[in-house]
């Protein structure tokens, strides 16, 4: 065991939400150590090849392996001295008196103890439970996104999809994109989740969108050959008769993400179930600060949502982290600009199920 290392903000997590939170923190004056178990920053945005929704201000319509590379390049100008990446480490544990347990890939484990920890851990894929979900063949969409477009690895030949949300959709075209045949992507709700462009695009490269439709077994010898699905009714029960074997050897699931909320846990947070927010997530202040003073909270950890917003919550997380260190210049300002930026990001058709999560994490109903 190393000696221990005494960081002002410890941030676990270098995805879009740890990152903002580092570059706030920083630009307050804080010194900042980023610890991510990946070899690079950015979290779900290294894989993300396709142009992003969301807030300008938010860097949408940039392709989202790009952001990270733009965070970065802001954090060095703030000057390398404030700012320590630590790569390749995992944060194990969060222990009683705010000492944390890093692992780091053939070094000795470290004990860092910060004065502030933001934790952005983001989400982890759900799965489903079917016969022959365990046949090699079977991926989460994060998994064949990153066979795809970090390493450059087809995952097989024709897909499945399973899911028709944003994530569904997307990794369908880009399945397209590295020449891999979809044979369809279904649908389990009547209707298709994600936005229309993507369905649109999907639909328009010749890929089949079956809503109502579920997953009843997968089967192979030795890894997946095939698929069996049917159709649900309204109560999503399957409709006899509808069987439809599809001959595939990979199927992918996109239903839904969880967050990724253990070392909130560990550190004895308090923690709520909203399913509209993913399972269970943090209470937190208008701050992002937990149950537990020192710690704070953003992104996909606290919420399922998208990388704008967990950018901004990485901005308010940082700022406040610093400010409650004595780094306080202009905090109310940056504040209620980045609390108006989360209130647009979350107006309209599309955030009322955030709003609606948000509210019962506040007591509401
Ligand atoms: C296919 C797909 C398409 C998307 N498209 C869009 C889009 O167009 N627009 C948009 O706004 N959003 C989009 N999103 C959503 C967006 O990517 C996420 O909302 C965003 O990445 C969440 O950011 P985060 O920082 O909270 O988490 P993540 O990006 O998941 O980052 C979490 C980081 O924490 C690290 N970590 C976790 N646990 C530990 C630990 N114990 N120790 C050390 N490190 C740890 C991980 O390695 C990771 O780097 C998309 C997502 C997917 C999957």
């Known amino acids: 065991m190393t000696s221990l290392q005494k960081p002002e903000i410890a941030i676990v997590g270098g995805g879009p939400a740890g990152l903002s939170a580092a570059l706030s923190a920083v630009r307050q004056g804080a010194e900042v150590m980023l610890i991510d178990r990946d070899p690079a920053l950015g979290g779900q945005l290294v894989k993300q090849t396709h142009m992003f929704f969301g807030s300008r201000k938010e860097y949408a319509a940039i392709r989202g392996i790009d952001i990270p590379g733009k965070l970065m390049a802001a954090l060095e100008e703030e000057g390398p001295e404030k700012f320590k990446p630590l790569l390749d480490t995992t944060v194990l544990g969060y222990y009683d008196d705010g000492v944390i347990l890093a692992d780091k890939e053939e070094e000795q484990a470290m004990l860092i103890k910060p004065q502030k920890t933001i934790i952005a851990t983001g989400a982890a894929e759900k ?42 959709l997307i990794v369908s075209y880009q399945l397209l994109q590295a020449g891999v045949e979809v044979a369809a992507i279904i649908e389990g709700a009547p209707k298709i989740g994600g936005y229309l462009v993507h369905a649109t695009k999907a639909r328009r490269a010749g890929i089949p969108i079956k809503t109502s439709h579920t997953i009843k077994e997968a089967y192979g010898k ?38 990724q909320t253990e070392l ?102």
């Open 127 to 168: 799965m489903l439970p079917f016969p022959g979900n365990d046949l090699p063949g079977v991926y989460g969409a994060g998994a064949v996104q990153t066979l795809m477009n970090v390493y450059g690895i087809k995952p097989g030949t024709r897909v499945l999809m399973i899911g028709a949300g944003n994530i569904g």
């Open 222 to 259: 030795d890894s997946v050959e095939g698929a069996l699905i049917c159709s649900l009714d309204e109560n999503w029960c399957a409709i006899p008769g509808s069987d439809l074997d599809m001959k595939v050897d990979v199927i992918c699931l996109a239903v839904g993400l969880t967050p």
């Open 264 to 365: 909130l846990w560990q550190a004895g947070c308090e923690q709520k179930y909203i399913p509209e927010l993913g399972g269970y997530v943090p209470l937190r202040n208008e701050k992002m600060q937990t149950s537990l003073p020192d710690l704070y909270v953003a992104g996909d950890v606290a919420c399922i949502e998208e990388a704008g917003s967990a950018m901004v919550e990485g901005k308010i997380a940082g700022l406040y982290a610093a400010a409650d260190l004595g780094y306080a210049e202009k905090v109310e300002e940056r504040y209620t600009s980045y609390y108006r930026e989360l209130e647009e990001l979350r107006a309209g058709p599309t955030g009322a199920k955030i709003r609606q999560g948000l509210s019962r994490l506040n007591g509401g109903v």
